[in-house]
């Protein structure tokens, strides 16, 4: 049975200049590598683009079954 992956909330400004905040899924990994990642946008059940470099505040993490805490 696969385990739930960690969820993430943030907030990134897009090249239109507008803030996007997204609830998605990604690995630890390209949370990492930083830049432009593909993520799994959990509302709109879909890959999506979330750009690191224009990370407003930090990411907020979901573990299954704990309460949020703040990324890096």
Do not use: H, W
């Amino acid at each position: 049975m696969k385990q739930p992956q960690t969820e993430y909330v943030g907030t990134f400004i897009k090249a239109t200049g507008a803030a996007r905040t997204m609830r998605f899924v990604t690995s630890p990994d390209k949370l990492r590598s930083g830049g432009l990642i593909t993520v799994f946008d959990v509302e709109k059940r879909s890959l999506r683009k979330f750009n690191l470099a224009t990370l407003v505040g930090r990411l907020t993490a979901f573990a299954p079954g704990a309460q949020p805490s703040f990324c890096a």
